[in-house]
Structure formats: structure tokens, C-alpha cells
């Protein structure tokens, strides 16, 4: 057991167990991505330590770009994402991946999408680490997921609570009280 700010957390998915799934994710875009114009859209700042064990796997030519979310001041950030920050990449024409560490509501996300759309990327796929498939209300679901989840808080590899426990290099869920 782990402590991260006031809360208690357990261990969920050991180091071993997010490896060995990110293996195999990065073998399926090997395999979909050939002959493609491949862009990762990292998302920051959640997303920073999937990423990076992610793309070290990913063999076929690809650009790699990070971006921000901003949101509403002082409103709760769920859905309230306005512009994203620090695209500078051209993803015109391009086959855009936006790696996520996590999709829960999936109004970020979508929210995401719209936004990039307006670029006219070729196509736009999410690759999230994890996935609540309960708490889902958006209206497509990511296309490549990591793992799907209960509908628990988690923290760890890259996953913040209150921004602190992004450092873990396993994940944790809230041990209930
Ligand atoms: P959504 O818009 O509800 O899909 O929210 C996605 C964002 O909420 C993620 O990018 C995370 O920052 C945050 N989030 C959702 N669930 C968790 C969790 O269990 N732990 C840490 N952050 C979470
Ligand atoms: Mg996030």
C-alpha cells in the first residue's frame, strides 16, 4: 500500500503487465501503420510515460509532437477543454495517433478530436493507456485501448492525483476506506 497526498492506493498493474500490453499495442501499429504518414499527438501531461514506452516499440516512420489542454479557469477540467496548446506539427493529410493515459468520461477526448479536425488529419485514432468503459459517454470509442478498467480512481505512470504520483512506475487504484 501507498500513500499520494491524504489517500491510500494499492497496486493494480505491476511494471511487468503494462510492458507486456504495450508490446503488443505497438505490434498492432507496426502492422496498421506501413506505408501510412504517422503523427503522435502526445498529450501532456498525463500521457508522458505511456508515450515514451510506447513509441521506443513503434518501428515504422512516425513524427512524435505534445501538446496541452487548456480549460476553463476555476471550472473542473472534465469537458471544459477550450484549445489545445503547442500544436505546431502540419497534420494535414496525415494519420494522426493521440495517446491518452487515460479515458473516463471521454468529453476530453472528444472534445480532442473536434478540435484536430479542423486540421485535416486523414484519419485520427486515440491510443489510451486506459479506458472506464462505466463512466464512457462519449460517442466513439478509443480505437486502441491499453487496458479496461473499473470505475476507480488510479494514479501512477504518468497518472496524477492532486499532480502528485505521475513518478509511480506502476499503476495504483484507491484502496476504499
Ligand atoms: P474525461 O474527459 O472524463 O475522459 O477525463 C479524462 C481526464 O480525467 C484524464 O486525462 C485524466 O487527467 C483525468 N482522470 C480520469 N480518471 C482518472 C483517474 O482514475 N486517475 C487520474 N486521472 C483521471
Ligand atoms: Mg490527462
Redesign the pocket.
Given at each position: 500500500m501507498i500513500q499520494v497526498n491524504d489517500k491510500y492506493f494499492e497496486s493494480y498493474l505491476s511494471e511487468e503487465k503494462i510492458h507486456a500490453r504495450i508490446n503488443e499495442l505497438a505490434e498492432n501499429i507496426n502492422s496498421n501503420y506501413q506505408d501510412k504518414n504517422l503523427v503522435f499527438i502526445v498529450i501532456l501531461n498525463?500521457a508522458f510515460m505511456f508515450a515514451s514506452d510506447l513509441i521506443k516499440k513503434v518501428s515504422v516512420p512516425c513524427e512524435v509532437t505534445f501538446v496541452k489542454l487548456s480549460s476553463y479557469q476555476g471550472m473542473q477540467s472534465?469537458?471544459r477543454v477550450d484549445e489545445i496548446i503547442g500544436l505546431t506539427t502540419n497534420i494535414s493529410g496525415k494519420d494522426v495517433i493521440i495517446v491518452?493515459?487515460?479515458?473516463?468520461?471521454?468529453?476530453?477526448?472528444g472534445k480532442v478530436r473536434k478540435l484536430l479536425l479542423s486540421s485535416k488529419p486523414k484519419s485520427t485514432a486515440i491510443c489510451t493507456l486506459l479506458f472506464k468503459p462505466e463512466a464512457f459517454s462519449g460517442e466513439q470509442n478509443p480505437e486502441i485501448i491499453g487496458f479496461s478498467i473499473p470505475n476507480d480512481?488510479?494514479?501512477g505512470y504518468g497518472?496524477?492525483?492532486d499532480e502528485k504520483g505521475r513518478n509511480l512506475p506502476c499503476i495504483y487504484k484507491i484502496k476504499a476506506s
Open positions: 498525463g472534465t469537458g491518452e493515459d487515460i479515458v473516463d468520461t471521454g468529453i476530453t477526448i480512481f488510479v494514479v497518472l496524477d492525483y
